[in-house]
């Protein structure tokens, strides 16, 4: 197979940052996705409805002028965060899921959830107004493996969650694991996860590879090749509970290449790329069209695109570095030949 078109697909869980970052790096994900779920962990993070649509106003105005992007906007959840605003979210033509990062989990999550027992009274407005929970399922704390963070979490947190609210719409993001994988699987509809390209194509070996490689470290970090693999299966699967979300996480090279290194991976230059990389090494495209633009819009209760991507077979080299406000950013694959090409985009 040398030639794809597919129904135009969406990113359900993107950082985009903030000025002078975000004149960047919107345009990347613009150029290639008609939507995106942006994440709200700026600092300090969108915990509002008037934070996000402030947001959102920004991310418009960074745009190119002739992108039709939409931003899908999120809030960030707190021990304090207030029902109204979950209420008025849901609602809002603007703002479409809340998310909870466990306090201390990831990239300035320090203001948020220490306890999900301080958020049940939001999770159970969430559930009646049916406002997606995105979560960052990663257990925190020192004596947890950070191998093991995501599946401790199933144990100590979102089994809980999943319990207590048997409604609520769930995105596991970012899963990393075979148990993650069968987790999601078992719970049926009201749960789904978003699977990354990087997590499709790496092992932890590459954070490892002749020496410490930092552009392969992200939160949660890559396990091994049999969790890889799992992640694979999931993704090219006829399975509507599995979406493409990049969380691509832009930081400078500099802030990335540091003795306290940042977590996250920029796969936004070349996300579907990526992913249609992924699924030919599967060896199977068959599910390739509902993985990145069928199943995210139906889990969200969002019309699909009506526009259409081309993908081609030609082989192309990723560039080594990316400017990033002042600074430059390492794309995922730098420097590295990628053998499928989006040509046309409308
Ligand atoms: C993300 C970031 O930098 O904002 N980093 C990452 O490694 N994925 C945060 C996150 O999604 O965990
Ligand atoms: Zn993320």
Redesign the pocket.
């Known amino acids: 197979m040398n030639r794809l078109t597919i129904i135009k697909p969406d990113d359900w869980h993107l950082?985009l940052r903030d000025s002078p970052y975000l004149e960047s790096v919107v345009g990347d994900s613009a150029r290639q996705f008609a939507r995106a779920i942006v994440?709200p962990?700026l600092s300090p993070p969108v915990k509002t409805c008037k934070d996000a649509l402030a947001y959102r106003k920004r991310i418009l105005s960074a745009l190119p002028s002739d992108h039709q992007f939409q931003p899908l906007m999120t809030l960030y959840l707190t021990d304090n965060s207030d029902i109204e605003d979950i209420k008025n979210a849901s609602r809002s033509d603007y703002i479409f899921a809340a998310k909870l990062y466990p306090a201390g989990a990831?990239?300035?999550s320090d203001a948020a959830v220490t306890d999900i027992k301080h958020i049940y009274p939001i999770l159970d407005a969430m559930q009646e107004y049916q406002l997606p929970l995105l979560v960052?399922g990663e257990a925190t704390g020192d004596g947890v493996d950070i191998f093991d963070r995501e599946n401790r979490f199933i144990d100590t947190s979102l089994n809980a969650m999943r319990i207590d609210f048997p409604e609520l719409p769930i995105v596991f993001e970012?899963i990393t694991t075979r148990e993650a994988v069968d987790y999601v699987v078992a719970q049926g509809s009201k749960m789904a996860a978003t699977i990354t390209p990087h997590h499709l194509l790496i092992n932890r070996n590459a954070m490892f590879s002749n020496g410490f490689r930092p552009h392969h470290y992200?939160?949660p970090v890559a396990k091994r090749e049999s969790h890889r693999l799992a992640l694979l299966k999931a993704a090219s699967s006829d399975s509507n509970q599995f979406f493409a979300g990049t969380?691509s996480?832009p930081?400078s090279r500099q802030a990335k290449e540091s003795a306290c290194g940042?977590?996250?991976?920029y796969s936004a230059y070349c996300a579907i790329e990526l992913y249609a990389e992924a699924f030919d090494l599967a060896g199977d495209f068959s599910n390739f069209e509902a993985f990145m633009s069928l199943n995210g819009p139906a889990f969200y209760r969002l019309p699909v695109n009506n526009s259409k991507i081309v993908l081609q077979k030609s082989s192309w080299t990723v560039p080594e570095t990316l400017p990033f406000g002042q600074q430059s950013l390492v794309p995922f694959k730098a420097g590295q030949k990628l053998q499928w090409k989006v040509t046309s985009n409308d």
């Not at 940042?262 to 991976?265: L, Q, T």
């Open positions: 950082h994440m962990n990831t990239t300035n960052h970012h992200c939160l969380d996480a930081h940042c977590a996250g991976i």
